[in-house]
């Protein structure tokens, strides 16, 4: 299937949590974990907004969920405390996460054919730490973690090395993804769990539940004609 990658894309960006290592529900369980003693129609509020959450940094949830969910002051300190140690809480699970399924597969089968970028939320230095830990580092051209947000993290990873955004393609797992890759003009393709209840995506997406047929996937993509 290399005709479905070549010549057709100039690179390919992966999240990280829910697309390469399956932490995303991992990471949503540990962020309502630091609000387990909140009231039911609170917990439940918060529920429902990490579900629909992911792809944003988590100074931004904690911010607003305290502020908008929670009503409560929303200062710098507070939310970096909370996100030290969500950090503390969280990085020694996600490591030992398991990789979706076609994850490794593909990116050896890819690396050095076609630039590979992962590009995640979570902070950088922690980033790097997991992905070197799990031995991941060398089949990604680049390891990029906030700051800043997705959309300008795309941005800049394009402008930086030149590519052209209509022959870029974001994999993704959260509406956040989507926007990035909308607000950039390349191509998207969507990561959803087949128990998902719902999909964040527009209806005419391709939407696979793993990376097992990526190459597949992205044949379906317009300029994979």
Known sequence: MSDAIEPHFDALVFDCDGVILDSA????????????????????AIHAYLARGGGQPRDVK????EAHILGRPATE????????????HIEARVA?????????????????RRPLFLLSA???????????????????????????????????LIDQHGFDAACTVMIGDSYNDYRAARSN???FL??????????????????LPDLTDLEDGLARLPTAD
């Open 25 to 44: 529900t991992l990471k949503r369980s540990a962020f309502a974990d630091f609000y387990r003693d909140e009231p039911e129609p609170l917990r439940q």
């Open 96 to 112: 030992d996460a398991p990789m979706l399924p076609g994850a490794h597969e593909f990116l050896q089968r890819w690396r050095g």
């Open 190 to 207: 969507g990561i959803l769990a087949g128990d998902a209840s719902h999909s964040p995506f527009p209806t005419n997406s391709v939407i």
């Open 122 to 156: 979570t902070p950088q230095p922690e980033l790097r730490r997991v992905i070197e830990r799990r031995g991941l580092s060398g089949l990604f051209d680049a390891v990029l973690g906030a700051p800043p947000d997705k959309v300008n993290g795309l941005r800049n």
């Open 185 to 187: 003009g390349t191509h």
């Open 77 to 88: 300190t507070r939310i970096r405390e909370l996100s030290c140690a969500f950090a503390e």
């Open 62 to 65: 904690f911010h607003h969920i």
